[in-house]
C-alpha cells in the first residue's frame, strides 16, 4: 500500500525567506504524488503534483516540488515566502490509482 | 461551475441519532470520495465510488454508508452516530479518464457528536 510521510508537524519560517515542506513516499509501484493546501474552515486545494517526466515541477501560488527518486522525496518549495501562505499542507500519493492516501500534514506559519 | 458542494456545513447529533451527509458535484466526474479528518491526522477514506451504482469501502467505513444513484450525488449515511464520529467530512471527485488523477474537494461538514 502507499503512504508519504510528513515529517514535521509545524515549519516556522520569515516573510521574504524560503520555505520547504517535506515529504517522503514508500517505494512500492510508481509514485504519482501530489500536493494540497488547507486553509483555515476550508476544503483541499490541490497545489501540484508528479505523475512522470521532468523531476521539477511547478504549481499554483510560485509553489514548486522536486522529485527525488534515490531519497524517495517530493519536497514542497517555495523561493520567497508571504505571511499569507500560512496553512495545512499536505502530501498525497496514489499509487497509479485513484485513490490518495495522505500525510499527516504540515502546518506552516509564515511571520512577518 | 459550483465543484463540489456539501452540506450541511455544521452539524450536531445526540448519541444514537442518524443523518446524511449531502455531496453533489457539478464537473461530471465519475469517481467520488469520502474522507474524514481528525486533528493530526490527515485525510482517511471513509468509502468511494468509481460510477453510478458502484461504491466501495475505503479504509474507516465502519459505522457508515453510501450510495450513488446518479453520477452528481453521492451522500453518506451514519447510522446510529457516536462520539468517535467527530470530524469533519469531506467530499472530493475526479475524473479517471484525462490521467490528471487531481481530486476536487468540497469545504467539509463539521460534525459533532454528543
Known amino acids: 500500500a502507499q503512504s508519504v510521510a510528513q515529517p514535521e508537524d509545524q515549519v516556522n519560517v520569515a516573510e521574504g525567506n524560503p520555505l520547504t515542506v517535506k515529504c517522503t513516499y514508500s517505494v512500492s509501484g510508481n509514485p504519482y504524488l501530489f500536493w494540497y493546501v488547507q486553509y483555515p474552515n476550508r476544503g483541499l486545494q490541490f497545489l501540484l503534483k508528479y505523475i512522470t517526466g521532468d523531476n521539477l515541477v511547478k504549481g499554483s501560488y510560485g509553489f514548486e516540488a522536486e522529485f527525488n527518486k534515490s531519497q524517495t522525496s517530493f519536497h514542497l518549495k517555495k523561493p520567497s515566502a508571504l505571511v499569507s501562505d500560512s496553512a495545512l499542507y499536505f502530501c498525497?500519493?496514489?499509487?497509479?490509482?485513484?485513490?490518495?492516501?495522505f500525510g499527516t500534514g504540515t502546518q506552516l506559519k509564515v511571520e512577518l | 461551475n459550483a465543484g463540489v458542494t456539501q452540506t450541511p456545513k455544521f452539524r450536531i447529533l445526540k448519541i444514537g441519532q442518524s443523518m446524511t451527509l449531502q455531496c453533489t458535484q457539478d464537473m461530471n466526474h465519475n469517481y467520488m470520495y469520502w474522507y474524514r479528518q481528525d486533528p493530526g491526522m490527515g485525510l482517511k477514506l471513509i468509502y468511494y465510488?468509481?460510477?453510478?451504482?458502484?461504491?466501495d469501502k475505503g479504509e474507516v467505513p465502519n459505522g457508515y454508508n453510501v450510495s450513488r444513484s446518479t453520477t452528481e450525488d453521492f451522500p453518506l449515511r451514519l447510522e446510529l452516530a457516536a462520539p468517535s464520529q467527530t470530524s469533519v467530512y469531506f467530499c472530493?471527485?475526479?475524473?479517471?479518464?484525462?490521467?490528471?488523477?487531481?481530486?476536487?474537494f468540497g469545504p467539509g461538514t463539521r460534525l459533532t457528536v454528543t
Open positions: 472530493a471527485s475526479s475524473y479517471s479518464e484525462d490521467g490528471s488523477y487531481e481530486q476536487y
Open positions: 465510488s468509481v460510477g453510478a451504482g458502484i461504491t
Open positions: 498525497a500519493d496514489t499509487g497509479g490509482g485513484n485513490k490518495l492516501t
